[in-house]
């Protein structure tokens, strides 16, 4: 079983619809949560980053841990063609530079 | 600034040949890490580097050697190409105590 897991979907949704993207991981240790976005033939580029529990908004954009479950979760509203990408969760443990990343989730945006 | 810079951009090798793939960075980070990526295997971390002169071994490192003589670059070597190292491969850099990793635009190699 993989340390993090991530639908890779792909994932296809109406412009302006709100997106739901989601991580389940294993590892009780990890305090620190990340959501990369990667366009297409492009290196990841860091969206949102949590540090434990709790919520956090930037924008369209919604990061939210939930450490008991193992869950994290990264919502888009009002989503727009330029979101379409794939896009990946990353996280480590306190005193670990290292991050481990799930395998991404592929998103398309349709007009 | 340039941030992180991979060179090349594209590679195609036989099998058996060697090459070196080459990251710069102009953010002055300590640590320097690189990545493979493939279909349904997300970022695997072939190696990292802490600080200049210092390299430890990633997930997957077999096949592959790396060289951090200089902090602002960080070599990944491919002594005997394999098909299996057919791959893109992201070199990122990260500042001491922070998580946050800023990642270089890939290189596409491809190993006949």
């Known amino acids: 079983q993989k340390e993090v897991e991530q639908d890779p979907g792909p994932l296809s949704v109406p412009e302006g619809a709100i997106v739901s993207l989601n991580c389940t991981y294993s590892?009780?240790?990890?305090?620190?949560f990340m959501w990369y976005r990667q366009y297409s033939r492009k290196g990841p580029e860091l969206l949102m980053y949590?540090?434990?529990?709790g919520n956090k908004e930037d924008g369209r954009f919604t990061a939210q841990v939930d450490k008991s479950s193992k869950y994290i979760s990264l919502f888009i509203r009002d989503s727009q063609p330029s979101d379409s990408a794939t896009y990946l969760c990353?996280?480590?443990?306190?005193?670990?530079?290292?991050?481990?990343f799930g395998t991404g989730t592929r998103l398309t945006i349709i007009p | 600034n340039a941030g992180v810079t991979q060179t090349p951009k594209f590679q195609v090798l036989k099998t058996g040949q060697s090459m070196t793939l080459q990251c710069a960075q102009d953010?002055?980070?300590?640590?320097m890490y690189w990545y493979r990526q493939d279909p349904g295997m997300g970022l695997r971390l072939i190696y990292y580097?802490?600080?200049?002169?210092?390299?430890d071994k990633g997930e997957v490192p077999d096949g592959y050697n790396v060289s951090r003589l200089k902090k602002q670059n960080f070599l990944l070597g491919l002594e005997s190409a394999a098909p299996s190292q057919t791959s893109v491969y992201f070199c990122?850099?990260?500042?001491?105590?922070?998580?946050?990793?800023?990642f270089g635009p890939g290189t596409r190699l491809t190993v006949l």
């Open positions: 590892n009780s240790a990890f305090q620190y």
């Open positions: 949590t540090y434990s529990s």
């Open positions: 953010m002055n980070h300590n640590s």
């Open positions: 580097s802490a600080s200049e002169g210092t390299t």
């Open positions: 990353a996280m480590s443990n306190f005193g670990n530079e290292k991050l481990t």
């Open positions: 990122a850099t990260q500042r001491s105590s922070y998580n946050e990793q800023f």
